[in-house]
């Protein structure tokens, strides 16, 4: 699985929305974070990456930064708008481990059958 993290000092850009309209905040976090950690409460999943983004006022110009991720969190709590946060991929590394387990099953043991192969 592969997880993100933020650098040290690194800006998130919170992507709000309600009937009113979109805004951005901006936090800066101090410590290098991890964005999706699989075992936090928060259910973070990368949606795409871009080279540039509009929201609201806000524009996101990151092709000279390697462009920016747009996370989902699909937390429990009850909000009411989606909670959409951006960080600049320059801001940002990830780590594989090929070895994370998902309630006791080990991913590396997994095996994706092809059209061609036959499960047993």
């Not at 993100?4 to 905040?25: D, H, M, R, T």
């Not at 092709?63 to 709590?77: A, E, L, M, P, T």
């Not at 594989?96 to 006791?104: C, S």
Request: aromatic content about 14%.
């Amino acid at each position: 699985m592969r997880t993100y993290y933020s650098k040290p000092n690194a800006f998130i850009y919170f992507l709000n929305e309600n009937e009113e309209g979109k805004w951005v905040n901006k936090l800066k976090k101090i410590r290098s974070t991890p964005l999706n950690d699989p075992e936090s409460e928060l259910m973070v999943v990368l949606l795409y990456k871009t080279d540039h983004l509009s929201w609201g006022e806000k524009n996101f110009n990151a092709r000279d930064r390697g462009g920016i991720y747009v996370f989902r969190s699909f937390s429990k709590k009850e909000v009411q708008h989606k909670d959409l946060f951006g960080v600049y991929a320059d801001e940002i590394f990830y780590l594989e481990d090929d070895g994370y387990k998902i309630k006791g099953c080990d991913t590396k043991h997994l095996q994706l059958l092809s059209g061609n192969e036959k499960s047993n």
